[in-house]
């Protein structure tokens, strides 16, 4: 089972086998905005991202779905379980850092 932190709620869905997948890495907050590392092989195909930057994605707190995102980020750390990051296809809040549309946490099978 996945579960989705989805802009504002939760939500249940089936396992995507195509989904690429990543462990959360080093998250640093400054000011409202959460920078964390998860990279995902599609992190090139955002044009803005830079894959050298040393964290891969960026939200705001203050933005309609920060807070989920911030609580799944959360989950991540204390669970240590694989994320799939959707992006937003910007680099809105921090030059050269992927905007993340959503970040489901991937439960492990058991």
């Not at 964290?55 to 694989?82: C, D, T």
């Not at 680099?91 to 992927?98: D, H, L, R």
């Amino acid at each position: 089972m996945i579960i989705s932190l989805l802009g504002l709620g939760k939500v249940f869905a089936e396992p995507i086998k195509s989904t690429p997948r990543a462990f959360l890495g080093e998250v640093e907050i400054v000011n409202d905005v959460v920078y964390f590392q998860a990279l995902l092989p599609d992190i090139a195909s955002i044009g803005c991202a830079s894959t050298d930057a040393p964290f891969h994605w960026a939200f705001s707190l203050n933005s309609a779905e920060g807070p989920s995102l911030y609580r799944a980020i959360l989950a991540a750390q204390s669970g240590n379980v694989q994320l799939a990051v959707t992006p937003a296809g910007d680099c809105a809040v921090a030059s050269g850092v992927a905007r993340p549309a959503a970040i489901t946490l991937l439960k492990p099978k058991q």
